[in-house]
C-alpha cells in the first residue's frame, strides 16, 4: 500500500512562495511517476504538475514558469515550489503516485492565497 503524507500549505499574500513536501512510502520511489492535482470547492479536481520516474516534467498552462516540480530520490519525496502565487491558486492541493498501474492520492494540504 503506498502512503502519501503532504505538508507545507498554508495562507501567503497574492506574488508570494510556498513550497509542497510529499513524503511517500510503500513503493519503489525511484520508479513511480508523482504529481499534484488541487482541487476548489464546488470545482472538478484539476492536474498540476507531473515528474516522471525518467524525470520528464509538465504543467498545466496556469502555472508554468511559476510552479517547479522536483523530486529528491534519497528522501523518498516529491517538491511543489510555487512562486508568485495568485488568489486563483486557491486550493487543495493533493499528491499523487502511479505505479503498478495504479493511482494514490494524499490527503491534500490547503494552500490559500489572500491579501
Known amino acids: 500500500q503506498v502512503q502519501l503524507v503532504e505538508s507545507g500549505g498554508g495562507s501567503v499574500q497574492p506574488g508570494g512562495s510556498l513550497r509542497l513536501s510529499c513524503v511517500a512510502s510503500g513503493s519503489p520511489f525511484s520508479r513511480t511517476d508523482m504529481g499534484w492535482y488541487r482541487q476548489v470547492p464546488g470545482k472538478e479536481r484539476e492536474w498540476v504538475a507531473r515528474i516522471t520516474s525518467g524525470q520528464s516534467i509538465n504543467y498545466v498552462d496556469s502555472v508554468k514558469g511559476r510552479f517547479t516540480i522536483s523530486r529528491d530520490v534519497s528522501k523518498n519525496t516529491v517538491y511543489l515550489q510555487m512562486n508568485n502565487l495568485k488568489p486563483e491558486d486557491t486550493a487543495v492541493y493533493y499528491c499523487?503516485?502511479?505505479?503498478?498501474?495504479?493511482?494514490?492520492w494524499g490527503q491534500g494540504t490547503q494552500v490559500t492565497v489572500s491579501s
Open positions: 499523487i503516485a502511479t505505479i503498478w498501474s495504479r493511482t494514490y
